[in-house]
């Protein structure tokens, strides 16, 4: 099986200590490819919506996002971590999410992604863990995803792992092993299940893209749904 890892930091801190307990059960069995931000997509989106408009590759930034991209859809597993920063994501991932907007629903969502699973590994010192999943979990979920894991921590004590108690450490150790052990029990030769929200987003951006392909047959988002069958009566969850 393959994985692909974004991380929202290039720090060796809690994060990075966590997410490698996550992949302890998949590393005798799995492909690992990792992305450390901001090196991996260190530029942020000049809201040109060149993507949107002209392609993907039109971006100032492609050399960096079509590889992500093309990684991500070839994974059976996306795994996403990121410490909370001002209650929310990394700067760099949200930099990364904004660059994929192309990949969002009311855009040209890839069909791989309504059969895909993640996980979101957030901690912080307080409070925050919970906004900063919530800010990957949107793009997530708006590209196609339905089987989401979150894993959210609270250090509460000092930010440095081997400075914690060892009762927090043993109590984070223990939730992020709970999780790694459910994620590995898992069947990725099946498709992950598309629920009902997502049908339901498809159903409203399918007519709004009929509405504007209809206007502009050269529109390249309508282009592109009409292209896949789905102004028609094929559904991304029904091709996987
Ligand atoms: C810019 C910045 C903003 C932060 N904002 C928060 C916050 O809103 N809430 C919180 O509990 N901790 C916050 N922290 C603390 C980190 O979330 C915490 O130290 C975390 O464990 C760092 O993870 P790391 O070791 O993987 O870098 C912030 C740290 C930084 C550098």
């Known amino acids: 099986m393959n994985i692909t890892v974004i991380n929202g930091t290039e ?23 990792e ?24 971006c100032k930034d492609a050399e ?21 920063y001002v209650f929310h994501t990394t700067g760099a991932m949200k930099a990364l999410l904004d660059h994929l907007v192309y990949r969002w629903l009311p855009h040209r969502p890839a069909p791989e992604m309504f059969g895909k699973r993640a996980v979101i590994i957030t901690q912080c010192l307080g409070a925050g863990a919970k906004s900063a999943a919530k800010d990957i979990k949107h793009s997530l979920s708006w590209w196609g995803i339905s089987e989401i894991e979150i894993f959210t921590g609270a ?25 790694s052990h459910k994620s590995a029990q898992t069947d990725y030769t099946k498709p992950a299940h598309t629920n009902l929200i997502t049908k339901l987003k498809f159903s409203v951006c399918r007519l709004m893209q009929q509405k ?22 094929a559904r991304p969850w029904k091709q996987l």
């Open 155 to 179: 250090l509460m004590g000092d930010i440095v792992w081997e400075r914690l108690s060892e009762k927090k450490r043993s109590e984070l150790t223990q939730k992020v092993k709970k999780l």
């Open 212 to 233: 504007l392909h209809k206007n502009d047959p050269e529109y390249l988002d309508g282009k592109y749904w009409a292209e896949q069958g789905w102004l028609g009566k």
């Open 64 to 84: 960096y996002i079509v590889k992500i991209d093309r990684s991500l859809l070839e994974a059976d597993l996306i795994v996403m971590t990121s410490p909370a």
């Open 35 to 58: 992305y450390y931000l901001p090196k991996d997509c260190p530029h942020f989106c000049r809201g040109c919506v060149s993507c949107t408009i002209k392609g993907e590759n039109t």
């Open 11 to 33: 720090k060796h801190g809690v994060t990075y200590r966590l997410k490698e307990m996550f992949l302890a059960a998949f590393r005798d069995r799995a492909d690992i490819t």
